[in-house]
């Protein structure tokens, strides 16, 4: 590339960074970053451990964010030096070139993360995938799904805990849920919300006919202990059984799986994957406060709409994403547009393309 042509390439991506500085509230961020840190530094600070761990979290949240900000200032002027000696020796030239890329990188990834401003979206989520229409064909594909997003979670650095995993009749998965903790978690899978279509020569057939098969994944945030849920203890059902899948040590010997029904909306919650019963107690009510906001949340918006006369579009549960692998392969996105006819790899873990594309819909369709 020509020092000309790089030149140009800088004074974009300075523009671009004094965007990021606007956007990212990048001053805001470091006072509050500050205020979190002084929090931290008072004696009484870990009296109140899940308090204590929620300010931690946000903090090391704001601090990734103000080293990526202070890393791609540091790659602009990098740059800028390469590009004053590039004159003298072309080695140079390249070296500015190749800085030039890894700031235009990070710069996406910057503005890719000023999409996710809801109060939750910077968290963790929980992720479950559920069989839909097909029967032994729908189990297969839920299993298929759920190990695609432990990939997926994998590569990108998150922890994966699953919280229940209940197996089908025969092959698959009859229900997964996994709790995802990372930086955007939840704000970047809520991307996956809904049905998911899958069309290939069905491994059960033995006449190798083509099936098509559903399955559905909910995301739900999970929440802190400062948010208000509607959940009276008194109106929840607890039965215990024994785990009927992978887990702890004391699995199909004590009963230390847990269901319970929510009586008031008939919300069912399973966990058994954790070791102990009080662990799974304490995850399942964990999921079931989640679900209780999502639905009170979904129940105001409904509301908002109805007086504002606006169209109700069910798109909870509506398809969203094709997967075929016969009678060709392709994946596509119904809402972006997204697609590829690389299917392994996105079985595999590679739906970054998806996950970005959709939120890339999102923002310009608002």
Known sequence: MEPREL????????????DAHSFLHIDEK????????????????WNDAAAAQAVSKQASNLRATLADYGRATGLADDAAAALELASDDEAFAAEAERTLGELAALLDALEVESWFSGEFDAGDAILTVNPGQGGLEAQ????????MYVHYAEDKGWKVTVLDLVPGEGIGLD???????????????RSEIGIHRLVRISPTDAKKRRQTTFASVEVLPVLTDDIEVDLNPADVRVDVYRSSGPGGQCVNTTDSAVRLTHEPTGIVVTCQNEKSQLQNKEAAFRVLRAKLYELEERKRQEELDELRGVR?????????????????????????????????????????????????????SQ
């Open 7 to 18: 030149q140009r390439g800088l004074e974009a991506a300075r523009g671009r960074l004094a």
């Open 30 to 45: 470091a006072a509050e970053l500050a205020a979190l840190d002084e929090r931290a530094a008072a004696p009484d600070f």
């Open 140 to 147: 297969d594909w839920t299993e298929m799904l759920y190990q």
């Open 175 to 189: 229900r997964a849920t996994i709790q995802i903790e990372g930086r955007y978690a939840y704000g970047m899978l």
């Open 312 to 364: 109700m579009d069910n798109s909870f549960g509506s398809q969203i994403r094709n997967y075929v692998l016969f009678p060709y392969q392709l994946v596509k996105d119904l809402r972006s547009g997204v697609e590829t006819g690389n299917v392994d790899a996105v079985l595999g873990g590679a739906l970054e393309p998806f996950i970005i594309g959709y939120h890339t819909w999102r923002v310009s």
